[in-house]
C-alpha cells in the first residue's frame, strides 16, 4: 500500500492562487498595523490631559473628531484596495480539477 505522504516537497506545484492570497494579506495586515499605530498615537496624544482643556472640533473633542476623520480615510484606502488592487480569484477551476482526480 502506497503511503499518500510519501513525496518530496519540491513536487508540489506552486497554486498561483495561493500567491495572490499572500500577497492582499500582507497588505491587509499591514495596512491594519497602520491604523492600529495610528489611532494609539492620536489617543494618547491629542486625547491626554485634562477633559475640561480638551480642544473642541464640530462639537467633539479632537481626539473624538481626528479619530473618526482617521477612521473614514482607512475606510477609503480600504474600498480602493479592495477594488482597485486586489484581485477577484476563481476557485471553479480548482473543484474542476478535484472532480477530474476523483473521476467524477
Not at 500500500?1 to 506545484?13: A, S
Not at 482617521?70 to 478535484?98: G, H, N, R
Amino acid at each position: 500500500m502506497k503511503n499518500d505522504r510519501d513525496y518530496d516537497i519540491k513536487e508540489i506545484e506552486v497554486d498561483e492562487r495561493f500567491v495572490i492570497a499572500k500577497k492582499e494579506m500582507l497588505i491587509v495586515f499591514a495596512v491594519q498595523l497602520c491604523y492600529t499605530f495610528i489611532m494609539l498615537i492620536v489617543a494618547y496624544t491629542v486625547g491626554k490631559g485634562d477633559p475640561r482643556n480638551y480642544n473642541f472640533i464640530l462639537g467633539m473633542p479632537a481626539w473624538w473628531f481626528y479619530s473618526l476623520l482617521i477612521t473614514v480615510i482607512f475606510l477609503i484606502l480600504i474600498y480602493y484596495l479592495v477594488s482597485k488592487i486586489f484581485i477577484p480569484v476563481s476557485v471553479d477551476p480548482w473543484a474542476e480539477q478535484i472532480k477530474e482526480k476523483r473521476g467524477e
